[in-house]
């Protein structure tokens, strides 16, 4: 997916939540696309830590953030 993308922006949203081995975190990213349309799309991000790695991870978004706009110019 990223060899089709001329740019990707990505930015934390803080404050991001943990409650022990448990983290939420926020992201919205910016994909500028090589044909000149954009897709920005906001994603939560649940991982679950084990000592200093993430042990498991998933990811929840709205399938509808992916259709590429097209760029005001």
């Known amino acids: 997916m990223l060899r089709k993308a ?3 922006r990505s930015e934390c949203i803080r404050p991001f ?3 022990g081995k448990n983290v939420v975190i926020r ?3 910016q994909f ?3 044909d000149g349309s954009i897709t ?4 939560m991000a649940y991982q679950i830590w084990k000592e200093d ?3 498991k ?7 509808k953030q992916f259709i590429p706009k097209k760029r005001d110019v």
């Open 6 to 8: 001329k740019n990707v």
């Open 17 to 19: 939540f943990h409650e």
């Open 27 to 29: 992201w919205e990213f």
């Open 32 to 34: 500028e696309w090589l």
């Open 40 to 43: 920005e799309i906001e994603e």
């Open 53 to 55: 790695k993430i042990h």
């Open 57 to 63: 991870e998933q990811f929840f978004y709205d399938p």
